[in-house]
């Protein structure tokens, strides 16, 4: 018994060591760089600014500031030569979680009021431009049912990005936002 255990821990820390992020200081992957294969809550530690990422396993949001807060980036695995790449508004990565892989169901109801009222449609699939499907720009409130999204301020998946999970989001800056603009939204598939 003692040997299970054993080899599913060893499992558990090989499939671990395949989900990892390197953030570096210079562009194209140059300069000083920090591996990551967990959530860290904090990155000033490791490096002082970001201006390339590749992400050899998982997939990742990045968070502009300390404590998930702030800009936040969808990274899948790839490499990230400037920050551009990732859409990014600066060179400051100051936290980054690990979501894990997902391959489920998806559903969503939107709301274009606050405490899940208003007009109300659900969604489960991608939609490429909000007002076209909704007939609304302004998403107050949602209610994420199953899977993981990422909502973008502007139509077509450009521009800030807003990552959700499963529960109750009763007003737009319980998933980061500060105003209630959504362009386009879709579901963060991965692949395993």
Not at 87 to 111: D, L
Not at 126 to 139: A, I, V
Not at 166 to 184: I, K, L
Request: hydrophobic fraction near 30%; charge should be positive.
């Amino acid at each position: 018994m003692k040997h299970i255990y054993s080899t599913a821990v060893e499992s558990d820390t090989c499939f671990s060591l395949l989900l990892k992020i390197i953030f570096y200081e210079g562009r194209n992957f140059q300069g000083r760089h920090w591996e990551c294969s967990s959530d860290c809550m904090d990155t000033f530690r490791h490096f002082n600014c970001c201006n390339s990422i590749r992400v050899s396993g998982g997939h990742w949001v990045a968070y502009e500031k300390p404590n998930y807060m702030g800009y936040q980036y969808i990274l899948n695995p790839g490499e990230y030569p400037d920050y551009h790449c990732w859409m990014g508004f600066n060179n400051c990565v100051r936290s980054c979680q690990m979501f894990p892989p997902y391959r489920g169901s998806y559903r969503m109801r939107i709301y274009n009021r606050p405490d899940m009222m208003g007009h109300t449609m659900e969604f489960m699939d991608d939609c490429p431009n909000m007002y076209d499907r909704f007939g609304y720009h302004n998403m107050y409130s949602c209610n994420i049912m199953e899977g993981y999204w990422i909502f973008y301020e502007h139509p077509n998946y450009r521009g800030r990005q807003y990552f959700l999970r499963p529960g109750e989001y009763r007003a737009c800056g319980d998933w980061g936002c500060h105003n209630p603009w959504v362009g386009s939204f879709r579901r963060m598939r991965t692949q395993m």
